[in-house]
């Protein structure tokens, strides 16, 4: 996943120390500055153990016989994590070991490369699951679709950090200079460069091909987007399935190692025993929490529709600030648990073989009796704060009539409303898109003005 910091605050990063902020947050409960930091800037944590905070993080571990680096962030990041990488340490980079194939934690290898070469040392050693080669494969695939998605969610927050930036080359997901896998394991690999070993595990969590380690040398865990400091990104509503369960099963492997040091890709790092299984602990309990809810629903027969409006997170888990749902959220993930667990049908016999959105809503507003009518109903609900529902009605307003530029007027308005009253970056990038594309809709029917310029 990829994050930016909280647009709101314009104070910014005033503890340049991550471990000294994330010693504060976790102590007091509640975080007073921005714990996803975007700064491209190096802090060393211990002898040996350094963190750049970017896109994605780079974590970076000297031993004898050169650097191990866990991720590469993303491709416009990767020549700045690089860089900040170089004034730490001149030696050469032996392994480069990706946590999962998300292109903000790949995509700047081809800067990683471009950094050894320039340097005179031979091009690192890749290190990642065997699953990492067939995700990358999938972009190749799907690569309109993920050009496509990606606009939509990065498209609702703040512009400050670039986020179209993802991808490397104009028109393409996976840039031409991202390096694939030298080395890929299915179960565990202890990777041993000079006389620090790397155990690495395999667990389904954000994705499918996820790497999280142990560093016994350091009793450090690196652990990817297992940990990220907002509400675990396990539903993504436009991405593949994700794996809740399985996420929290792999926390709880993680704590029985009693680390004294989490590395995560976003967020801070951690550092003391207690503090390290107390974040594990909250983000296993808020999935476990998720995932036994709904299947006892399931389990009992209920529909799609009743376990979204009944399942929740505790307030107490959610208010934390390494649970906050800014990113992803809950909602989501129940419905990706539903997929997961269950077949695509929601349990409602009409949508089973639906009648089509367009004849369904030509039929609604005929009804209603006028497409006023509709768009009218939606604003009142949208300036009662019912966006749920006003959204469901200006969509039945467009889609009778796409043509119109009054449906597409109120629909422009009620989704750049809903966008800022969202709180998740995944609903308001899909509330903001909606938006421009009725403001763009109106737009075309505009005559065309560009004769009558001298
Ligand atoms: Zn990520």
Redesign the pocket.
Known sequence: ??LHPKPRDSTAVRTADPLELSARVIASGTADEPTNRVTNTLTELDDGIAVVESF?HMVAFSTEAGLVCFDASGALSGAAVAEALRRWSKEPVDSLIYTHG?M??VGGSGAVAADAEALGHRPPRVVGHANIPVRLQRYEDTNGYNLAINARQFGGVSRQLNLGSLRAGAGRFVGADTLWPDVTYHDHLTVSVGDTDFVLHHDKGETDDHTWAWVPGHRALCVG?FVTWVFPNAGNPQKVQRYPLEWARALRRMQAFEAELLLP??GLPVRGTAEVNLILGDLASALEGLVDATLELMNDGESLDTIIQSVEVSEDLLSKPWLQPVYDEPEFVVRNIWRLYGGWWDLNPAKLKSAGEAAYAAEIVRLVGSTEKVISRAQEMATAGDFRLACELIELATTAEPESVAAHGARAEIYAARRRIERSLMAKGIYAAASRESTAIIESTLPDQSDQTP
């Open positions: 996943m990829s994605s998300h903000d934690h987007d890709a976003h």
